[in-house]
């Protein structure tokens, strides 16, 4: 029976929660799980891949572009793709990675143009490469680069970057 204090009414007996329907589910109580903590990764291992990738995307980048003798989107966005991934991949959810894949992507997507420079110098003078590189060295290939760019190259550069931030974000997922 209720016993009133100053208006308030209280029970004075303690009461049980009606028992559950027979044959229904008992649903016990969420446990809150203290939260996963976050995953930095290995800056280093990812900076590492990031880089040879990067060296080999390059290559591959100033090869196609010889084989066919134009640029295209496509091997750009396999540039950034490959670093991207690469640093995701090995350095983990550490947050200077994608920024890192973006510097290393352009400067990926710029040494390839070099590249194709010096391979389309080689086969236009009938000489190797070694002695392209030797005489005009990097100096001259940024030269020719210079003279010859228009917006397209840098078109190709942002899209090398930009691909490379999300797929370091997506790799590291």
């Known amino acids: 029976m209720p016993e009133s204090l100053g208006g308030i009414f209280t029970l004075s007996q303690h009461t049980q929660p009606p028992a559950p329907e027979s044959g229904a589910p008992v649903v016990a109580p969420a446990v ?4 996963e903590p976050a995953r930095t990764g290995n800056l280093g ?3 590492a891949a990031a ?3 990067a060296l080999v995307a390059a290559a591959a980048y100033g090869g196609i572009m ?3 003798d134009r640029q295209v989107g496509y091997a750009a ?5 490959l670093i991207g991934f690469a640093a995701g991949k090995a350095g983990g959810k550490n947050p200077v990675l994608p920024v890192v894949g973006v510097v290393l992507s352009l400067g990926a997507v710029y040494l390839g143009q070099l590249f194709f420079i010096a391979l389309a110098l080689a086969d ?3 000489v190797g490469l070694g002695e392209v590189l030797d005489k005009a060295g990097v100096g ?3 030269d020719i680069w210079q003279e010859g760019a228009d917006a397209m190259d840098y078109v190709f550069l942002a ?3 930009f691909v490379a931030f999300g797929a370091a974000k997506k790799a590291s997922d």
Request: hydrophobic content about 50%; aromatic content about 8%.
């Open 32 to 35: 809150p799980y203290p939260a």
């Open 45 to 47: 291992l990812g900076i």
């Open 51 to 53: 880089v040879v990738a």
């Open 66 to 68: 010889n084989a066919i």
């Open 77 to 81: 966005v396999g540039v950034g793709l």
């Open 124 to 126: 236009y003078g009938n």
């Open 140 to 142: 001259g290939l940024n």
């Open 159 to 161: 899209i090398g970057g």
